[in-house]
Antibody
Framework: QVQLQESGPGLVKPSETLSLTCNVS????????WSWIRQSPGKGLEWIGY???????HYNPSLAGRVAISVDTSRTQFSLHLSFLTPADTAVYYC?????????????WGRGTLVTVSS | SYVLTQPPSVSVAPGQTASITCGGN??????VHWYQQKPGQAPVLVVY???DRPSGIPERFSGSHSGHTATLTISRVEAGDEADYYC???????????FGPGTQVTVL
């Protein structure tokens, strides 16, 4: 059973860049689609973007220009970089998997990590 | 742009049936998926591809789709089913994943 675990800073300052890492264990990262999804306090879910194991990416247009996702298959992890942060970026950030055979949904999620943007 | 709508809340007595709808403002044909999220936890996939269940999800959870509306049905509701439920689609026109606003299910 694949397990995902997010890690990164819990507090970042406005205008800085957030960097989060998702460690994948119990399975291979060299297949499937790997996404970042966030949830602002008391709000719904927003997909940020995905990376395919080959390195190809696609991002939510609402965040395009500020987001980059990379993968390190040798270390079985992928990362999120979100720049020019504002307090509106405060959220719980989840990493999740979409199976390659049917990439339309997320069948495995990390526990999430709370990121607060504040000076 | 494609928008999903869900009722903000649904209340149901234990042992009864809860139905949660998910409507789209565009043409149908999009496969709908459902997630359960309990307070302080990550979402869990409970139904995918309209009506399939991942292993470990009870048969009490079922999905259906008619026209522009998908429905998640929870039969014989238990106290442990109290949670927020989100529908989700893949919008092939924009290559984006979209989530509905969520429905809070309260077990009376």
């Amino acid at each position: 059973q694949v397990q995902l675990q997010e890690s990164g800073p819990g507090l970042v300052k406005p205008s800085e860049t957030l960097s989060l890492t998702c460690n994948v264990s119990g399975g291979s990262i060299s297949s499937d689609f790997w996404s970042w999804i966030r949830q602002s306090p008391g709000k719904g879910l927003e997909w940020i973007g995905y990376i395919f194991y080959s390195g190809s990416t696609h991002y939510n247009p609402s965040l395009a220009g500020r987001v980059a996702i990379s993968v390190d298959t040798s270390r079985t992890q992928f990362s999120l970089h979100l720049s020019f942060l504002t307090p509106a970026d405060t959220a719980v950030y989840y990493c999740a998997r979409s199976p390659q055979r049917d990439f339309l949904y997320f069948d495995n999620w990390g526990r999430g990590t709370l990121v607060t943007v504040s000076s | 742009s494609y928008v999903l709508t869900q009722p903000p809340s649904v209340s149901v007595a234990p042992g009864q049936t809860a139905s949660i709808t998910c409507g789209g403002n565009n043409s149908g044909g999009k496969s709908v998926h459902w997630y359960q999220q309990k307070p302080g936890q990550a979402p869990v996939l409970v139904v995918y591809d309209e009506s399939d269940r991942p292993s470990g999800i009870p048969e009490r959870f079922s999905g259906s789709h008619s026209g522009h509306t998908a429905t998640l049905t929870i039969s014989r509701v238990e106290a442990g089913d109290e949670a927020d439920y989100y529908c989700q689609v893949w919008d092939s026109r924009t290559n984006n994943y979209l989530f509905g606003p969520g429905t809070q299910v309260t077990v009376l």
